[in-house]
């Protein structure tokens, strides 16, 4: 069972997401998981794949970051991801976000794509109640989330041919992770950014996506089944 829902945040204000109920076991014994937008907002694609995560037996919330307002180009996309404040996503929509979702689930995951990868380090970071996180192609400033400072277990999908996320970013971040004692399972796919969005043709790779939500599923179901 899919829908919207409400759900309030540390500050007392409420903000809505996308709830997909785990489709097998008890969902109140099913692991949830924190499902980050793209910059294209909470759209039909990310719907999508919330219902793919529930099916694979995940209570899944997407969290309405852009409160109702969905792109429908790149340059709308790149207004609303620069106006969004990242601290006020961090700390109140998706520390909510998994307060709600905790109350209905077991351990707790986080996974986002672009926008929602870079806050799912920041997540890792600064969001308590998370056991592991996953991201996908999306690297935050180390002035507000420190990778370093990641203590859970962390899964990255990047692409070789991101210009925005480089390889030499992701060096970087799984280097500063590696000298703090972390232990990142990081993956690099013969792909183009954004290669799991299967909304975006030229750029979806059907094989690189398969294979990087297989990972996904396998290494959520490790971390929070335990």
């Not at 799912?120 to 400072?149: D, L, M, W």
């Not at 280097?175 to 399972?185: I, K």
């Not at 690189?208 to 297989?214: I, M």
């Amino acid at each position: 069972m899919s829908q919207m829902i409400e759900f309030q945040r540390p500050d007392g204000k409420t903000s809505q997401a996308y709830l997909a109920q785990a489709q097998v076991g008890a969902p109140a014994k099913a692991p949830g998981l924190i499902l980050i937008q793209e910059w294209w907002g909470l759209n039909e694609h990310i719907k999508q794949v919330a219902d793919r995560f529930a099916a694979a037996g995940f209570n899944t919330l997407a969290p309405d970051l852009f409160h109702g307002r969905v792109a429908s180009d790149t340059d709308e996309a790149r207004h609303l991801m620069t106006g969004l404040d990242f601290a006020d996503a961090t700390f109140q929509d998706l520390q909510g976000a998994v307060q709600f979702l905790a109350a209905r689930s077991g351990k707790i995951g986080v996974l986002g794509f672009c926008m929602g990868g870079a806050l799912t380090v920041a997540a890792a970071v600064h969001v308590k109640g998370v056991s592991a996180a996953v991201c996908y192609y999306g690297i935050p400033p180390a002035e507000f989330a420190n990778p370093a400072q990641i203590k859970i277990p962390f899964q990255g999908h990047f692409a070789l041919y991101d210009d925005w996320c480089t390889p030499a970013a992701v060096k970087s971040l799984t280097d500063t992770m590696r000298q703090a004692g972390q232990h990142p399972v990081i993956y690099a796919y013969a792909a183009d950014h954004a290669f799991f969005n299967n909304g975006r043709p030229e750029v979806y790779n059907e094989t690189c996506a398969k294979q990087s939500f297989d990972r996904s599923t396998g290494f959520l179901r490790h971390e929070l089944d335990r």
